[in-house]
T-cell receptor, first 111, second 111 residues
Framework: RKEVEQDPGPFNVPEGATVAFNCTYS??????FFWYRQDCRKEPKLLMS???SGNEDGRFTAQLNRASQYISLLIRDSKLSDSATYLC????????????FGTGTRLKVLA | DVKVTQSSRYLVKRTGEKVFLECVQD?????MFWYRQDPGLGLRLIYF???????EKGDIPEGYSVSREKKERFSLILESASTNQTSMYLC??????????FGQGTRLTVV
């Protein structure tokens, strides 16, 4: 089993739709969690950190469920510019320095 | 703004050549990482460095070595390039337990 798993998609949604991605992780001792966005042929960029209490940034909401060991990303009112690959990142507790990346979920927002 | 700069965007090298990929960050970050990204496999950790002159193997270190003589610079070395090392290489840096910032990536082709 992979340490971090994501549905690769693609998720094809119309503009204005709400879409949610989940990411499961296997190490219950994992400490830090992040969502990154990666555009085609570009480097990943931080979208948001994921806190235990959940956090919201405009149309984006991230949640952490420690009991079920997953994090989620909700995008409301999708825009064409949201089309990208969304990477889930977990700070492995096996080595404090090590990030584990999911393979990413592709989102295409359609006009 | 954090700046992580990789020395080249595109490189073409011949099989058997020794290849150096350089990465420089300007934010005094302790931790630096080298990943490679391949379609369907996501980002895989090659090596990381948690401080000057300190390094640890990631998940796929074979065929690579690294050097961190100064805090701001982390070099990835392909001792004898092979065609299966054709990939996108991404450098990242961070302060401990915070989010990572990525360079723009180096697309290496080995012919």
């Amino acid at each position: 089993r992979k340490e971090v798993e994501q549905d690769p998609g693609p998720f094809n949604v119309p503009e204005g739709a709400t879409v949610a991605f989940n990411c499961t992780y296997s190490n219950s001792a994992s400490q830090s969690f992040f969502w990154y966005r990666q555009d085609c042929r570009k480097e990943p960029k931080l979208l948001m950190s994921v806190y235990s209490s959940g956090n919201e940034d405009g149309r984006f909401t991230a949640q952490l469920n420690r009991a079920s060991q997953y994090i989620s990303l909700l995008i409301r009112d999708s825009k064409l510019s949201d089309s990208a690959t969304y990477l889930c990142v977990v700070n492995s507790a096996r080595g404090t320095y090590k990030y584990i990346f999911g393979t990413g979920t592709r989102l295409k927002v359609l006009a | 703004d954090v700046k992580v700069t990789q020395s080249s965007r595109y490189l073409v090298k011949r099989t058997g050549e020794k290849v150096f990929l350089e990465c420089v960050q300007d934010m005094d970050h302790e931790n630096m990482f080298w990943y490679r990204q391949d379609p369907g496999l996501g980002l895989r950790l090659i090596y990381f460095s948690y401080d000057v002159k300190m390094k640890e193997k990631g998940d796929i270190p074979e065929g690579y070595s690294v050097s961190r003589e100064k805090k701001e610079r982390f070099s990835l070395i392909l001792e004898s390039a092979s065609t299966n090392q054709t990939s996108m290489y991404l450098c990242a840096s961070r302060k401990l337990n915070t989010e990572a910032f990525f360079g723009q990536g180096t697309r290496l082709t080995v012919v």
